[in-house]
């Protein structure tokens, strides 16, 4: 053991050569040694060499092994994805301590490895023989639990019944836990019979073994609540808010059982109302001395707002008195404009001036007292007063911008700000630099001038480097600077915030798109490596966090951890990085044809393929798809104020976010990903952007495009809002997405009408039939090419960069089209076809040669075009502090950070240029050697 510690010291510190000159040395020393093979294991994966790693397990752990090292084998192989190795070994072990003081700990290990192995009749018949072997109820429970979670997995009627026959007797004939009975109550909901369930948790046994009276009530309100025992959950729902602690959940609650209440009993409607509004005084009056509870005052505006939405009332006047008595009361709290931001869609426009002026005054009212306490109340009205009122000039954005700076720096004089504050603490004026910005986009979006955008960043910057762990300014200035190119200090700053664990399924959405969209490779790839090894991680142990709910007896929180396994399995965010990345990679490093055949051999396309088959995108006769399967986990909650939408400049491809409409006031946050679809059709485009990667596959692998997924890719564009039409104008977005798919098309139609003209016996009907088919793919394949050139040069400044991106992606595919068409048509028509067929034939060989000779000429165009564009990213748009210069004196940096920001603009941009343009140079190469 002393040799096997000095490997791990080593290992420690990083020592990696005396760590494996101690471990060969220790292997050779003793090669029958598990402690041996596992520490040379162990030293395999600190290196990442994990097929060595899998080849050496697979050689060396096949039977028992020391039981000491047991744990070490079982993480190993969780690394290492070998469930079913791992369950030999467990099961070898098992056999080989049986009879010895290890026995209860080496079946336990079994049970768990069947655990992470997912086989929940194993569980089951394995539970059952440890109860036979050890007597012992914690086997009862184990194996009532895995039955339980198998009758729901095959939805057994027989089981069911079976399960619920084993617990009730359990509850009658042994001692019980809190968790034995949340189990079974979760159980009995699930399959349909909460009533059940409330015998146990609202009877003696529920009563005696729940510790803490509101967690059993919350049960037992849930059960009563999906058996729809109305009068049963009200007396619950009252004795929750007057005796327990302060729980918004506990009004919405009441408030819900009175709605559902009323749509059997209209005439109890009022009485109900009456009791909750009685509830309400009284928790709002309080106990002498004690804080002011938030709920309350929540629950009147909550109740307001049904009665308005019924029609039971139409005055918003009494909504506008009971936002302002909140305001009074909590108007200095962070929460206080979250709290409001629900409730004021309900006031109508033309009172805005008046609820506005109310607030106001409240806020005059601390003017003189308690400077912190008076810039909180002016940061949540200032809040309150952008979502009601919006500027409609840009010199009234400016304006605001102006005064909200003025109020940031005026909040940085208050003793413990400024300089004198933690770096880790938020600015008591954060939340005015944050408006400040947003009136500066305001101002962008009313002018498309980005020079108040650039502005924006300035002063973000400079807010930044007061309050460096202020999320708010963080995100906000990751979004302005990606929208600006500013890839590299995009991911500078996302490096800083330290995302880890789920946030990395919740959060990379905010910044991928635009380091997409301006190809920063390096920057994608690390987010990707990141999103991918939480999931990763996440996957390898959640099987052990569900073993450990048996270890600990905590059978709650088992449908918790799967609930959060399925969702991460669904994840958009992780199909996103499978599809993005192969995109990113064929970008990058697909030269050739072979180069690109290697990504694609090597990407998740069976994944990527699978996902668009449970969503119902490809149809398949043995798999039914799943409604909802895509699960979006991003976070747009911490959008606040939100509304940075490039309404005028579409980006392809790309990601992009458009309006939440579901917010009912005017502060928005982001949405989606892609543009020129609809909202809620990302999912859509998405699935478009996995349908190329086939397509292409198809293409260069299979030699032959799959006609279905060709089809499948017509309703995707369909669904996705895509339209386009050969007598009229089309945006970007839409002729971006024909191209692709009228050249895939057109491929399907050539291989069609190349197997007539070569068949044996002569069909002229048929020939004809599959010549006008594929004359009407080329020419609307043509018009669509035509179409994108003018559109992606359509004019010269840097913006337009994302839009030469998307196109240089789509221009990929029509290479390897046009490679694939000239080859397979035939080099002349057979004499025995008929003239008109052989006309027919020379026509749409001229026009394929047309596409040939046009495509070629489209690769000259754009990479010429980059080339003119190249320049302009030196000359930035032109720039000043503007309308802020009367700061320039109180923010020294000002001049210091404008070049600092400029430049990483310029550099970046420069950058993504300069890969498109040897993108499209190797690209070039390969149309150059198709010919006809």
Not at 219 to 229: D, F, P, Q, R, Y
Not at 653 to 661: F, H, P, V
Request: with cysteine.
């Amino acid at each position: 053991m002393n040799q096997v510690r000095k490997v791990y010291e080593a290992l420690a510190t990083d020592s990696l050569n005396s760590a494996t000159k101690k471990s060969m040395l220790l292997l050779k020393e003793h090669p029958n040694s598990d402690w041996a093979k596992v520490v040379w294991v162990d030293l395999l994966l600190h290196q990442n060499k994990l097929e060595e790693a899998s080849v050496f397990v697979d050689k060396n752990f096949t039977g028992a092994v020391d039981f000491q090292v047991l744990s070490r084998i079982t993480r190993m192989c969780k690394k290492l994805g070998k469930d079913d190795q791992l369950v030999a070994i467990c099961k070898a072990t098992w056999a080989a301590n049986q009879n010895t003081r290890n026995a209860h700990q080496a079946g336990q290990e079994l049970f768990a490895a069947y655990v992470r192995h997912g086989n929940l009749t194993l569980q089951k018949q394995f539970a059952a023989e440890l109860g036979k072997k050890f007597k012992e109820d914690l086997y009862a429970v184990w194996n009532m639990v895995a039955t339980a979670l198998g009758a729901l997995q095959d939805n057994n009627a027989m089981f069911f019944q079976l399960t619920t026959m084993m617990f009730k007797r359990h509850f009658q004939e042994k001692t019980t836990n809190e968790q034995e009975v949340f189990f079974y109550c979760w159980f009995m909901k699930q399959i349909g019979k909460p009533a059940d369930a409330l015998e146990i948790i609202d009877g003696e046994v529920g009563k005696k073994v729940v510790k803490i009276e509101y967690q059993r009530l919350e049960k037992v309100l849930e059960l009563h609540v999906a058996a729809k025992n109305w009068g049963a959950a009200l007396p619950i729902l009252e004795d929750l808010i007057k005796n327990h602690m302060d729980d918004w959940k506990w009004y919405e609650g009441y408030l819900n059982v009175i709605d559902e209440v009323s749509k059997i009993e209209p005439e109890k409607r009022q009485e109900l109302i009456t009791i909750i509004t009685n509830l309400i005084d009284e928790k709002k009056a309080g106990k002498e001395g004690a804080l002011k509870e938030r709920n309350p005052y929540l629950a009147c505006l909550e109740l307001e707002k049904r009665l308005l939405r019924e029609g039971s009332t139409t005055s918003a006047e009494k909504m506008e008195a009971l936002c302002v008595a909140y305001f009074q009361e909590f108007g200095s709290k962070p929460c206080c404009y979250h709290d409001l931001l629900p409730y004021l869609s309900q006031i109508p426009k033309e009172r805005f001036t008046e609820f506005l002026n109310s607030l106001n005054t409240v806020v005059s009212g601390h003017e003189g007292g308690n400077k912190k306490k008076h810039f909180d109340f002016q940061s949540s009205y200032f809040q309150i007063r952008r979502c009601l009122v919006k500027p409609s000039t840009a010199e009234e954005a400016v304006k605001e911008a102006t005064t909200f700076l003025k109020l940031h720096l005026d909040a940085e004089t208050l003793p413990g700000e400024g300089k004198d504050r933690r770096p880790t603490e938020r600015g008591v004026g954060d939340t005015f630099s944050v408006l400040s910005a947003h009136y500066l986009i305001d101002a962008w979006s009313l002018t498309n001038d980005r020079s108040f955008l650039i502005t924006a960043t300035i002063l973000l910057e400079y807010c930044l480097k007061q309050s460096p762990t202020n999320f708010q300014i963080q995100i906000l200035l990751m979004r302005v600077s990606g929208h600006l190119g500013s890839v590299q200090r995009v991911y500078e700053i996302f490096d800083t915030m330290d995302i880890r664990n789920i946030l990395c399924d919740t959060v990379p959405h905010l910044v991928l798109p635009d380091i997409l969209r301006y190809l920063g490779y390096m920057e994608a790839t690390k987010i990707f490596r990141l999103v991918e090894k939480v999931h990763f991680d996440h996957e390898s142990k959640m099987s052990g966090y569900i073993a450990n709910c048996y270890f600990n007896a905590a059978y709650a929180q088992i449908d918790e951890f799967s609930s959060f396994k399925t969702r991460l399995d669904r994840s958009t965010q992780m199909y996103i990085d499978q599809c993005e990345s192969t995109h990113l990679q064929i970008m990058q490093k697909g030269v050739s044809k072979e180069s690109i055949v290697k990504i694609l051999e090597s990407a998740p396309l069976k994944s990527i393929s699978d996902v668009l088959v449970k969503t119902g995108a490809i149809p398949s006769p043995t798999v039914t798809p799943i409604e909802g399967f895509l699960r979006d986990n991003q976070d747009w909650v911490v959008m606040d104020q939100w509304d940075l939408t490039p309404r005028k400049e579409r980006n392809g491809w790309l990601w992009k976010g458009l309006m939440d409409e579901e917010a009912t006031t005017s502060a928005h946050c982001q949405k989606s990903y892609y543009p020129g679809a609809p909202k809620n059709k990302h999912h859509e485009v998405l699935k478009i952007r996995s349908l190329q990667l086939l397509l292409i596959r198809d293409l260069l692998v299979k030699d032959e495009v799959d006609s279905a997924h060709v089809t499948a890719y017509e309703k995707i564009l369909a669904a996705a809002g895509y339209q386009f039409d050969k007598n009229s104008e089309n945006d970007f977005d839409s002729t971006n997405a024909f191209a692709v798919y009228f050249g895939y098309s057109a491929s399907v139609a050539v291989k069609e009408f190349t197997t007539n003209m070569k068949a044996e016996k002569v069909d002229t009907p048929a020939i004809l039939a599959s010549a006008e088919v594929l004359e009407a793919a080329l020419s609307s394949w043509s018009y669509a090419l035509t179409q994108l050139q003018k559109l992606a040069t359509s004019e010269t400044d840097p913006k337009i960069i994302p839009r030469l991106v998307a196109t240089s992606q789509s221009l990929l595919h029509v290479i390897f089209l046009l490679s694939q068409q000239v080859t397979i048509i035939p080099k002349s028509a057979k004499k025995s076809l008929t003239q008109e067929t052989k006309d027919k034939f020379m026509e749409l060989k001229q026009s394929l040669k047309s596409i040939l000779v046009f495509a070629k000429e489209f690769l000259v165009v754009i990479t010429g075009h980059v080339e003119q564009v190249i320049p302009k990213t030196a000359a930035l748009e032109a720039t000043t502090f503007a309308p802020l210069l009367e700061f320039n004196e109180i923010i020294p940096d000002v001049e210091k950070v404008r070049a600092t920001t400029e430049e990483g603009i310029k550099s970046s941009r420069k950058l993504a240029l300069t890969r498109l343009q040897d993108f499209l140079k190797e690209r070039s190469k390969l149309l150059q050697t198709v010919k006809l």
